[in-house]
């Protein structure tokens, strides 16, 4: 935990004091997923992830003088195709689409106009539920991130993957050290794949049975994985998110549109 004075952009460490006379104009909500990651990274991977990025990323946008305010972390995400593996916490979309509508019902009272949903989880699909809520808040202008899609992968990682993969693992060396086992302990993260033509070529897609596509939970090599390579995504993800945000922030609706 940060000894830090309250940074005025976090939620959860800053008071009323600052709250109130401070006009924030972008809500951002980080939402992550509680799951086992491979055997060497903890449950709460993409929940630290998103954390550190979306904390760095708004004291970015802030200091340039963007009125953001990121609110505490969701922990749960959408595992429906995990729940053989224990402890994986599941929160169905319907779920997420409720705290959703009651995260927009207080922003709108309070006319803060725009929301960003910060994700960190591969299986969040935000874009029906964003589609849903601009019928109810059409005053809300809310989109989602994905961090790890936010910066290219080519030329830092070598091995292919989406879960407790060679990028997941390098970020996690980098960000919390002390929680990621040794990687002799990890397993290969090899995945099979639904065999059809639409499947290979993208424009078919079915969840996948999670325990039966892959033996240890990952999907994708970790043992390339460095602190390093980590290092270098984390730094192109944060400024371009913060790019993001301070852009969302600071330009109407209609000024974002050309
Ligand atoms: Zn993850």
């Known amino acids: 935990m940060s000894t830090s004075p309250p940074r005025p952009y976090i939620l959860a460490e800053t008071n009323w004091k600052t709250v109130k006379d401070t006009e924030y104009k972008l809500a951002v909500l980080p939402w992550g997923a509680t799951e086992a990651h491979n055997y060497h990274l903890p449950y709460a991977t993409d929940n630290y992830q998103a954390e550190y990025v979306i904390e760095r990323a708004a004291k970015v946008a802030w200091e340039k003088g963007a009125k953001v305010v990121v609110l505490p972390m969701i922990p749960f995400g959408v595992n429906t195709g995990q729940m053989d593996v224990k402890l994986c916490i599941n929160m169905l ?57 936010a910066a290219s992968k080519k030329g830092i990682f070598e091995e292919e993957g989406d879960h407790a993969d060679e990028m997941e693992t390098s970020v996690m060396m980098n960000i919390v050290p002390h929680l990621v086992l040794p990687l002799q ?53 944060i400024s371009n998110i913060a790019d993001f945000l301070y852009t969302v922030c600071t330009k109407s609706v209609d000024d974002l549109l050309t």
């Open 93 to 149: 979309p319907s779920t997420q689409l409720a705290i959703l509508k009651d995260v927009c019902e207080v922003l709108s009272r309070q006319n803060i106009s725009k929301l960003v949903i910060l994700n960190g989880h591969g299986a969040n699909n935000f874009v029906p539920l964003i589609r849903e809520l601009a019928l109810f808040y059409p005053e809300i202008f809310v989109s989602a991130v994905n961090w790890f899609k």
């Open 185 to 237: 302990e990890a397993g290969d993260g090899a995945t099979k794949k639904f065999d059809a033509k639409g499947f290979h070529e993208g424009w078919a897609w079915a969840q996948r049975p999670w325990t039966k596509v892959t033996k240890d939970t990952g999907s994708g090599n970790p043992y390339k994985s460095t602190a390093d390579k980590g290092k270098i995504f984390l730094e192109q993800t």
